[in-house]
């Protein structure tokens, strides 16, 4: 499976678990600005790893590591914003879920 897929479904469940445990947030608009944020650079994050993996396929390993080093950053940024969001809504449920991921984008933004 690829490191995309991967991070793909990772993203996919996390966003179903915080869906269902966001439902009643008690400070709406912190709360709503960073999961907007995670929303945007999850969405940029994921692009980029698709960039990516596509100059890898073409041997591009220069613009492929750009990309991956990029999209490393976006999903650290968006993870960081998922925990603020989490703090700002007073959960810790599937925190460990989240910082994993963190982990899993911090190790892709080094890889190159």
């Not at 591009?60 to 999903?75: H, N």
């Not at 925990?83 to 963190?102: P, Q, R, T, V």
Request: proline letters at 0%.
């Amino acid at each position: 499976m690829s490191l995309t897929i991967l991070v793909n479904i990772v993203i996919i469940a996390i966003t179903l678990l915080l869906e269902a445990n966001f439902a009643s947030a008690n400070q709406i608009s912190e709360f709503e600005t960073y999961m907007n944020d995670w929303n945007q650079k999850r969405e940029l994050a994921s692009q980029l790893l698709i960039e990516a993996e596509k100059s890898f396929k073409e041997g591009d390993e220069l613009s492929g590591c750009v990309a991956q080093r990029k999209a490393g950053s976006y999903g650290i940024e968006a993870s960081n914003s998922l925990i603020k969001a989490m703090e700002a809504n007073g959960s810790s449920e599937g925190i460990d879920n989240i910082k994993s991921g963190l982990a899993k984008w911090k190790e892709l933004a080094d890889f190159c």
